[in-house]
């Protein structure tokens, strides 16, 4: 990632959301279209799933690629700056991630995570869209957790 002055950074995380993110609702769109309710950023449940899909028992994560060290994905570098800060941080995001999808899972909900990169290539390429969404659709419509 590339070195920022201290004021940029800042003003850029300041504007970083943790709700209705362009890829969330790209998502949600898609699941609406294709007839799907839910449930939004469901504070009920651990973790706060940011689509619930009550009828299946499904959660869905919409997980930006920085903020959750989404492995092997460019967007997920650790910033130059205050590294070990970043580090740290990024880390226990992952950490507390795997203990709410651990948490679910013992509730008897399925977890689905998609990745802010998947869905930027989704928005890219109609025929990765079609092939992706096919493949999740079936994850938490037809198996067991």
Known sequence: MKRRKPM??????????????????????????????????YKKLPGSPDIYLSKY??????????????E???????????HDFWKEKLERNVERDKKNYKDLKAMGIKV????ECEIKKMVKDEKFLE???????NEFLYTDK
């Open 57 to 70: 028992k499904t959660a869905i994560f919409v997980n930006g690629c920085f903020w959750h060290m989404h």
């Open 8 to 41: 940029n950074r800042s003003e850029n995380m300041a504007r970083v959301k943790s709700k209705n993110t362009k890829p969330e609702i790209f998502l949600r769109k898609l699941l609406w279209h294709k007839g799907f309710r839910y449930r939004l950023n």
């Open 112 to 115: 689905v995570v998609i990745w």
């Open 131 to 137: 092939d992706f969404l096919h493949l999740k659709l």
């Open 72 to 82: 092997n994905c460019k967007s997920s570098s650790i910033p130059i700056n205050n």
